[in-house]
């Protein structure tokens, strides 16, 4: 499923951490480890990649990366609140030197109309300090889609991050 354009973004990704000396950690819900698996498709990757979490249940995103209940319960999983948690627990949690995080609905159900098919929250952080998050609202362009679209700009928040 992973693109040409997605494969050349990742490599330059790969490239240019390996080039700093930085690692990177994901957090994944909607993409179910879509961004991990396409910076790993690249050869040398193993010097960037220190890990990626694959959340795709409110336990997990708790369990595994620190989310609150409180969080959850109140603005839901798909929500800037939730990446934000996301991306900061995948950062301390691991030895990496970036983390982004991804939450959201790919569909085709599970839409509502405050939070659509299409609605996805990024997040991406370094150790500096520096986050950056966005709301994304690819509309109902399928599942297939929606996913593709958010490793694309999750590669591109990391890529902002190691060039910044």
Same mark, same amino acid.
């Given at each position: =499923? @992973?693109?040409?354009?997605? !494969? !050349?973004?990742?490599?330059?990704?790969?490239?240019?951490?390996?080039?700093?000396?930085?690692? @990177?950690?994901?957090? !994944?819900?909607?993409?179910?480890? =879509?961004?991990? &698996?396409?910076?790993?498709?690249?050869?040398? &990757? %193993?010097?960037?990649?220190?890990?990626?979490?694959?959340?795709? %249940?409110?336990?997990?995103?708790?369990?595994?990366?620190?989310?609150? /209940?409180?969080?959850?319960?109140?603005?839901?999983?798909? &929500?800037?609140?939730?990446?934000?948690? =996301? %991306?900061? #627990?995948?950062?301390?949690?691991?030895? /990496?030197?970036?983390?982004?995080?991804?939450?959201? @609905?790919? #569909?085709? %159900?599970?839409?509502?109309?405050?939070?659509?098919? #299409?609605?996805?929250?990024?997040?991406?952080?370094?150790?500096?300090?520096?986050?950056?998050?966005?709301? &994304?609202?690819?509309?109902?362009?399928?599942?297939?889609?929606?996913?593709? /679209?958010?490793?694309?700009?999750?590669?591109? =928040?990391?890529?902002?991050? @190691?060039?910044?």
């Amino acid at each position: =499923m @992973i693109n040409a354009d997605i !494969e !050349e973004r990742a490599r330059l990704l790969v490239d240019h951490c390996t080039r700093a000396g930085k690692t @990177i950690a994901t957090a !994944e819900s909607c993409t179910g480890g =879509m961004i991990v &698996s396409a910076l790993t498709d690249i050869a040398g &990757s %193993s010097a960037v990649v220190d890990r990626g979490y694959i959340t795709y %249940s409110n336990q997990a995103k708790m369990d595994m990366l620190g989310v609150s /209940a409180e969080t959850l319960a109140t603005v839901g999983a798909v &929500s800037r609140e939730t990446a934000l948690q =996301m %991306s900061a #627990g995948a950062l301390w949690r691991s030895g /990496a030197d970036l983390a982004v995080a991804v939450t959201g @609905i790919a #569909g085709p %159900s599970g839409g509502t109309p405050e939070k659509p098919v #299409g609605l996805v929250h990024l997040a991406a952080r370094d150790r500096k300090g520096r986050l950056h998050h966005i709301e &994304s609202r690819y509309g109902d362009i399928g599942r297939d889609g929606i996913r593709i /679209a958010t490793v694309q700009t999750a590669l591109g =928040m990391l890529e902002g991050l @190691i060039q910044s």
